[in-house]
Structures are given as C-alpha cells and as structure tokens.
C-alpha cells in the first residue's frame, strides 16, 4: 500500500497529552492496515510553542524520530535538545514529553507498537 | 533511551536485496532494545543510482516513509515516483523495491514489525 502525502488523514490535536497548542498528526497507515500490533504511524507537526505533556507507554512501544526543526525531548527525568535524524524509545512503563521551544516547525515521524 | 544522530550504528549494505550500488543503514535503535517485536528500525541513505532490489515480507509488516529525495518505488507491479512524506506498508507475502533515480540522495525510515 503506498500513501502519498497528500492522501494522509489529517487530525489536529489541542492540548495533546496536557501539553500546549496545537499538533497535526498525519496518520500514514491505521491501525487496521497493519498485520504486526501497530496503533500509531503518524507525522507529527508541532509548530512553535507546542508540546506533548508527559505520559507513560505501559504495553507498547514508542519511536519518535524528528525529521525537521529542533525541540527539547523529555526521556522520564532527562532533557535533551534533538534535532533531526534523533530519536527516542519509550517503553515498559516509562515517560517521554516533547517541545517545540524553537521558531521553526518540529516535524516528527512517530510509531507505536503493542506487546501483545 | 534516546539515541542522537551521531551514535546510530552504521553498516554499509552492497547490493542490498539484489539492488545496485551501496545503501547506508543507520540502525537507530536495535532488535534487543525493544520489548514489541521489531527487528529493524533505520535511516536507509541511498546515493544516486543506488536500488534495494524486489524482495517479499512473509511474517512482517514493512513502513518505508520518504524523509529526503525522490526516486521509483516498486509495490508488487506498480510503480510511483515517491518524495519526502511518502509511505508505503509491505507485509502479508506482498514485494517492494526502490531505486534512487535522481541526482540527490534519497533518505527513508524503515521499521520491520515482526507478526509474532
């Protein structure tokens, strides 16, 4: 199945995670056209000023990757300035929050995968 | 865990999957690190003319996402030219392949989401 850019479902969330502002996710595939136990394949556009609040993974994975722009990636006490081609995994009980403290787009490709 | 750019582990592929020329993998994170079942989860870097030949995913679901550059990408006997925000799923015995056919490099993400 190919999805051009263009053909994405585009939802914007308000307050995503308690977190401020606006995000676009553009939902690459769904949940149903995957085989594997995927929720998640999105694009994640955060433009200046908003963030994901914190929040914990229980049984599932996260895969955050940034494609564009630089942000302050929160890994459970940590915080680290990314920029693109970085990445996180957030799993087994653990927390992840992300912020767009800059004054260009963030732009994220994001993927969750269930245990079970 | 986050993993910057500059600690990705990277392994060069010649004539990945039957393809032409060199693929640059950049594995961002690895098989063991996650508690899902995913066994791939890379920046593929393919230079001008470079290809990763027509190859199946029997018990596994595949996510191309375009990130940099264009190029030719093969699902099952189709053909679409493909650029940055582009995707294509592969699994359930289905093929794909992709050639960088244009002058800049051409960068995806790609995850392998095992069945079981």
Request: charge should be negative.
């Amino acid at each position: 199945v190919i999805r051009k850019s263009s053909e994405t479902i585009e939802e914007i969330r308000e307050g995503m995670r308690g977190g401020d502002g606006l995000v676009i996710v553009r939902h690459l595939f769904r949940k149903e056209e995957f085989k594997a136990n995927v929720r998640l394949c999105a694009r994640l556009l955060l433009p200046p000023g908003a963030s994901i609040g914190e929040h914990t993974h229980e049984a599932e994975d996260e895969v955050y990757i940034v494609i564009h722009g630089t942000g302050l990636l929160r890994d459970g006490s940590k915080e680290t300035r990314v920029s693109p081609g970085d990445a996180i995994l957030t799993g087994r009980g653990q927390s992840h929050a992300i912020r767009n403290d800059g004054t260009h787009d963030l732009e994220l490709i994001a993927m969750i995968m269930c245990y079970a």
